[in-house]
């Protein structure tokens, strides 16, 4: 499996888990992301940025792909001793370094919001700055 | 026009009126700094209310007011109004303007101070009161970027 982010970069997660979660005061739609404990933490903080998450591909092994849309919320990124192997009578549990990554899902009234605040362009904005200094 | 061009309206002109006002006690390396609150020259403005250090852009440099005047009643814009109008120059390369010809004293080059070649090249002055480019004088300037 291997995820394709929205700037082309693509990584190699073990798996990949879905489901809702409370984050910053909303209920969210939230996509886990694990990855080997020997995976650069702070790769993996930098390729994870809200701009990137705009369309995160999943690709499974047999080609199929998954298309996820403003999963832009982060909400977290964590490394942790996770059970691999559950104990059996015979041995005891594997634990393994782990690291998540968790991206949740922005809302509608997020997105209408940053579609409000993205229709003022740098441009009309550099525009009014200039004709005010014309205009002392 | 929604709040935020307003705002930015607003900050622009607040900007120019506060360049404008502490303009004569800078030098040109400082007004070129901020040149982007300096308004571009009218030639129909009545600049008689400005304060003499009033900067403007003209024609790629920035002017500062000697005389307030209205320019409606005048022909020309600074860089033919030297009377007028007293250049700036930068001792930062980044912000090296083309060559301009001094005026009598006004527009001289001054240790330090950098111009741009027509070849791209920025030159710094290696000493005052220089009236001549790296072409004519190339001993008194130096290739710096």
């Not at chain 1, 798996?15 to 809702?20: A, I, K």
């Not at chain 2, 005047?69 to 814009?77: C, P």
């Not at chain 2, 301009?100 to 330090?112: A, E, F, I, L």
Request: aromatic share 8%.
């Amino acid at each position: 499996m291997k995820i394709k982010l929205s700037n082309n970069t693509e990584l190699t997660p073990i798996l990949v888990t879905g489901g809702q979660r409370h984050i910053q005061g909303q209920s969210r739609d939230t996509l886990s992301f694990i990855f080997p404990g020997t995976a650069n933490m702070e790769e993996l903080d930098s390729a994870f940025t809200a701009e990137n998450c705009e369309s995160i591909a999943i690709i499974g092994d047999d080609g199929t792909e998954y298309i996820h849309k403003a999963y832009t919320v982060r909400a977290e990124i964590t490394k942790a001793s996770v059970e691999v192997t559950p104990a059996t009578a015979e041995a005891e549990a594997v634990y393994m370094d782990r690291i998540t990554v968790s991206m949740a899902e922005r809302t509608y009234v997020e997105t209408q919001l940053m579609k409000l605040n993205s229709s003022v362009g740098t441009a009309e904005l550099d525009a009014a700055y200039k004709e005010g200094v014309q205009n002392a | 026009m929604s709040i935020y061009t307003e705002a930015m309206k607003a900050q622009g002109k607040a900007d120019a009126l506060d360049l404008r006002g502490r303009a004569a006690g800078m030098d040109g390396t400082g007004i070129i700094a901020e040149e982007s609150k300096a308004p571009a020259f009218d030639p129909a403005k009545d600049y008689t209310g400005w304060p003499a250090g009033a900067p403007v852009t003209d024609e790629g440099q920035v002017w500062t007011l000697i005389q307030p005047y209205n320019a409606a009643g005048y022909e020309g814009r600074p860089s033919t109004l030297r009377a007028l109008w007293g250049l700036c120059h930068t001792k930062d390369p980044a912000k090296a303007k083309p060559w301009v010809d001094p005026y009598g004293t006004s527009g001289m080059y001054m240790t330090g101070e950098c111009y741009k070649g027509a070849d791209g090249i920025v030159y710094q002055a290696l000493q005052d009161n220089l009236v001549h480019d790296a072409a004519a004088l190339p001993g008194a300037w130096e290739a710096v970027a």
